[in-house]
């Protein structure tokens, strides 16, 4: 006969020709000791959509010798990092017994990493050695999302005059390396500044021994700069004179010049030399020529 699953009494009797009967009895015990079969979906591989991907797991089935078609559910539903993750599906029958199988999910990386970096920067030289000059890179991976990538000069350096490459590179943790690169320009275009020493006008008498005063050139990147002067000054003739200064740096920026005026006056009384007293005689009473 078929058993039900349980526990179900079997009653047995024997009788003889004198009518004498026996009777006894023993049980049948049928149990389910059989875990559910468990099919999982295909394995599955995707590339990365960002630092973590959503995936389609599929159907798993599970059957069961007593309970029939069972609902296998996964351990893990995602979404998922890069890497290798196995999803077991399990279903339970109503004996209590668990069946699982494994599906792998494998999240790729095959895109590097994309630089943003500025266009040209172009500074002003503040100093003989250059421009302290700051900019900003950036970089960003799919699977990894911002990512600092490293530049070499650093930002805030000194750059020297001219023009300096910087190179950049960023690597994500699948070890995709991009790199590029971008070019600071250091540029003098300030011109120097003349500032006289002493007065910018003068008044001296004539005759005096003019003296130039001179002047101080200063400029941000060029050093001992000296400025040229033209025009002169007759300090024996009296007038109007005029001297003007000028430089240029090394850069060819030329200063605005800056005159000095000097007036030349003649401020001192003549000079009289007058001859010893003399003595005539009288020639007649008017007195004498």
């Known amino acids: 006969s078929t058993f039900a699953l349980g526990t179900t009494p079997v009653n047995c009797s024997a009788t003889d020709s004198r009518n004498h009967t026996t009777s006894g009895s023993f049980n049948i015990i049928v149990v389910d000791t059989t875990a559910p079969s468990v099919t999982p979906p295909a394995d ?3 590339e990365a959509t960002g630092t973590t991907t959503a995936v389609t797991l599929g159907t798993a089935t599970a059957s069961d010798l007593v309970s029939g078609v069972l609902i296998p559910t996964p351990d893990n ?8 993750h196995q999803i077991t599906w399990s279903a339970t029958d109503a004996a209590a017994k668990t069946g699982s199988a494994i599906q792998t999910v494998t999240i790729t990386d095959s895109a590097a990493p994309t630089l943003s970096l500025p266009a040209t920067i172009t500074a002003e030289a503040t100093s003989a050695a250059g421009a302290v000059v700051s900019y900003t890179a950036s970089a960003s991976d799919t699977a990894d999302g911002a990512i600092i990538p490293s530049c070499t000069p650093l930002s805030g350096s000194t750059f020297a005059l001219g023009t300096t490459p910087v190179n950049c590179s960023a690597t994500d943790s699948s070890n995709h390396t991009t790199s590029g690169s971008f070019n600071i320009i250091v540029v003098d275009t300030t011109a120097p500044q003349i500032c006289l020493i002493g007065n910018s006008s003068m008044t ?3 005759g005096d021994v003019f003296v130039d005063p ?4 200063t400029d941000n990147v060029s050093q001992n ?3 040229t002067v033209s025009g002169t000054v007759n300090a024996n003739v009296v007038g109007f004179y005029t001297l003007t200064y000028s430089a240029v740096d090394g850069a060819n920026n030329n200063a605005q010049s800056v005159e000095r005026n000097i007036t030349v006056q003649d401020s001192n009384a003549p000079i009289v030399t007058a001859p010893d007293n003399i003595i005539v005689a009288a020639t007649d009473g008017t007195g004498t020529a």
């Open 44 to 46: 599955i591989t995707l």
């Open 77 to 84: 539903t995602g979404p998922f990092a890069v890497g290798i």
């Open 204 to 206: 001296i008498n004539v």
């Open 214 to 217: 001179g002047s101080n050139v």
């Open 225 to 227: 700069l000296v400025a």
